[in-house]
C-alpha cells in the first residue's frame, strides 16, 4: 500500500458477498463489480437457486460469458442450502473447484429464501462435512420467525443459533456471518476463534434508520438486514477499522428493478457494485484509518478462504464525483437505481 493525503494505491480489492443475478441483469451489472475486483462470492440466490455442481458450473459459464472480452475477473461460487443438499454434491464440488462455499439463508428471511432451511437438524450431516474438510459456510444470520421484531432478527439468530449450538457442535467450522449490521454481531465476531469472519457493506456503515424511515420512506434504502439504530453503525465503523483481520469486505449489492423497488411491496436490495470501494474509503478517512482500508478491502478475505491476494493495484484519489445515475437494464423497460445516485462522494477511483 502508498498513500498520501491524497491518493492511495491498494492492492485489487475482492467483493465477498455479491448478487450479479442472471439473464440482461447479469450483463448489464457484471461490469462494475469486474472492472474494479479480481474475484467475488456470487450468491446462488436466483429463481429457482442454485442447489448443486451442475447448476453453478452452468452459473459460472453465464458470468463468464457476460464478461466484457479481456477482462479478469474470477467469480467464486456457492452453493444454495435446502433442507435435502447432499453433502457429497457439496464436497464434490469443492474438490473440483466449482463451489467455494455453501450459503445458508434460513427459510423465509430474506429475498429468494424460500428453498432456504427450515429445520436445523436437517442440514447437521452437511455441516459436519464442511467442517471436516474446511469449506466455509456462509450465513445470512437472522431469525426468520415472524414473531421476532425485525430489528431484532441478528441478534438473536446469534444468541439462538449460533451460541446456542453451532459453534459447540461443530467448533472448526469455518463461518462468514454475512453482512453484520449490529453491535451484536460485530462483538460476537471479534470475541471469536479465527475460523469465524465477517463481512461489512458499504450501507450499513453509512446508514442508520432514520435514513431509512425518518421524514419519509426510502426504498432505494431497504435492504435485508435491515439498517438499525445509529449505534450499530458506529460499532460496525470501529470494528472494520480496528484491525481484526475478521472483517471483510462484501458489498452485497443486491440489484433489483426501479419497478420492484417503488411498489407497494418493495424488494430488499441495494445496488451499490458502482461505489462501494469509494463509499468505503469515506468511511476509512472519517475514521482517521485509511491506512487499513487495503486490509480490509484486500487482504483479510483472501487470508479467511485461504487464497492468495491478488498481485494488480487499483488508486483512489481524492477527488469528488458523482454517483451515476440509473442504468438500463437491457431487453427491458426497467432500469436499477445505484446507491447513492446523483450524491457526491469524496474520492474517486483514478485508476485500476
Ligand atoms: O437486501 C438484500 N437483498 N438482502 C438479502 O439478503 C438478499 C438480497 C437480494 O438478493 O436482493
Ligand atoms: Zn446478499
Do not use: Q
Request: glycine share 6%; with cysteine.
Amino acid at each position: 500500500m502508498t498513500a498520501t493525503e491524497n491518493k492511495i494505491t491498494i492492492k485489487r480489492p475482492d467483493d465477498w458477498h455479491l448478487h450479479l443475478r442472471d439473464g440482461a441483469t447479469l450483463s448489464a451489472v457484471l461490469p462494475y463489480t469486474a472492472a474494479l475486483y479480481g474475484r467475488a462470492i456470487v450468491m446462488p440466490n436466483l429463481t429457482p437457486p442454485v442447489t448443486n455442481v451442475a447448476e453453478a458450473a452452468a452459473y459460472r459459464d453465464r458470468i463468464l460469458d457476460a464478461l466484457p472480452d479481456g477482462w479478469s475477473f474470477k467469480p467464486l461460487m456457492t452453493c444454495y442450502l435446502t433442507d435435502n443438499t447432499d453433502p457429497d454434491d457439496v464436497e464434490r464440488g469443492y474438490r473440483e473447484d466449482v463451489f467455494t462455499a455453501v450459503k445458508l439463508y434460513p427459510a423465509r428471511a430474506t429475498t429468494n429464501s424460500e428453498f432456504g432451511v427450515t429445520a436445523w437438524e436437517n442440514i447437521r450431516d452437511v455441516l459436519a462435512r464442511m467442517e471436516k474438510i474446511g469449506m466455509p459456510l456462509l450465513i445470512h444470520g437472522e431469525e426468520a420467525d415472524p414473531e421476532i421484531d425485525i430489528f431484532d432478527r441478528e441478534a438473536a439468530f446469534i444468541d439462538n443459533v449460533l451460541n446456542d449450538w453451532m459453534i459447540r457442535d461443530y467448533p472448526e467450522l469455518k463461518i462468514v456471518l454475512e453482512h453484520i449490521t449490529t453491535k451484536e454481531g460485530a462483538e460476537f465476531v471479534a470475541d471469536a476463534k479465527g475460523n469465524i469472519g465477517a463481512t461489512v457493506t458499504p450501507h450499513h456503515l453509512v446508514l442508520n434508520r432514520n435514513d431509512l424511515l425518518a421524514g419519509g420512506i426510502r426504498p432505494h434504502l431497504y435492504c435485508l438486514p435491515i439498517v438499525k439504530r445509529d449505534k450499530h453503525r458506529v460499532a460496525l465503523r470501529v470494528a472494520v477499522t480496528s484491525g481484526d483481520n475478521s472483517f471483510f469486505l462484501g458489498t452485497d449489492s443486491a440489484p433489483h428493478p426501479i419497478s420492484a423497488k417503488e411498489t407497494d411491496c418493495g424488494c430488499a436490495g441495494i445496488f451499490n457494485a458502482p461505489n462501494a470501494i469509494e463509499v468505503y474509503a469515506n468511511v476509512f478517512e472519517e475514521m482517521d484509518a485509511l491506512d487499513k482500508l487495503e486490509a480490509f478491502a484486500s487482504l483479510n478475505g483472501p487470508g479467511f478462504y485461504g487464497l492468495e491476494p491478488n498481485r494488480d493495484t487499483i488508486t483512489l484519489e481524492r477527488k469528488s464525483c458523482m454517483v451515476m445515475g440509473e442504468i438500463d437494464i437491457p431487453e427491458s423497460d426497467d432500469s436499477i437505481r445505484p446507491f447513492l445516485s446523483g450524491e457526491h462522494l469524496n474520492w474517486s477511483v483514478t485508476k485500476t
